[in-house]
């Protein structure tokens, strides 16, 4: 019996709860639209494992869970941002939310390309991140002056696309986690959720993507110490020479 049909289900879960959190954005009801992204997310936390689990990995399962993923991830968060605060702006606020949905896509795509290349850490800000910083911030029911939001908008697609490193939690990683980036980044969780109690889960999501910017600046300062380390090295074998 083939089975691969209990993770493609499972993988389905999450496009169709993101399809339906786009309809309630539409409809106003964005607590609910925030909660389908959140459904999503679980559901696309166990879709590879399922396949997994049951031997059933395949190339479908690997295209339906991008597809699945860039509509959870990418448009629906886009959509409930412009529909419950930005709508006012028009244009304006457009077109960051759709530079949004094609950044997840891009990132989705680029990842599929590079599976092989890529390990121990994630190349651009995870996509289901989008989703979860957008969802805690509905549901926190705070609400930032809107010029800052699609700042932070275009920020979020930016890193999608970036080459900024995450950390997957798989090890074998090359990078190092600094100490100082995850101290910067407890104090930024700490003050925030003192600030605005409610907002803890969005503020735990931007300080995961403020430890990656300032982690992947801390392992490219050092590897440029290395290199100039390496070049001073070679020159004095020249000059012995």
Known sequence: MNKSWIANAVT????FCGALS???SVEGYFDIAAILILVSMVADFFDGRTARALHTTGPLGVELDSMCDDISFGIAPATLLYASQLREYGVIALVPCALLAVSCAFRLARFNVK???VHGYFEGLPCPMTGMITAGYILSGVVLWQPLTIALILLVAYLMVSEVHYPDNKGASADQLHWQSLVVCLALLAGLTFLAPSAWFAALCLSFILFGILNTWQNRRKAQRKRRRNRRK????HTGL
């Open 22 to 24: 786009i309809f309630m």
């Open 12 to 15: 389905a879960t999450n496009g």
């Open 115 to 117: 599976s092989s290349e």
């Open 234 to 237: 070679q020159a004095g074998d």
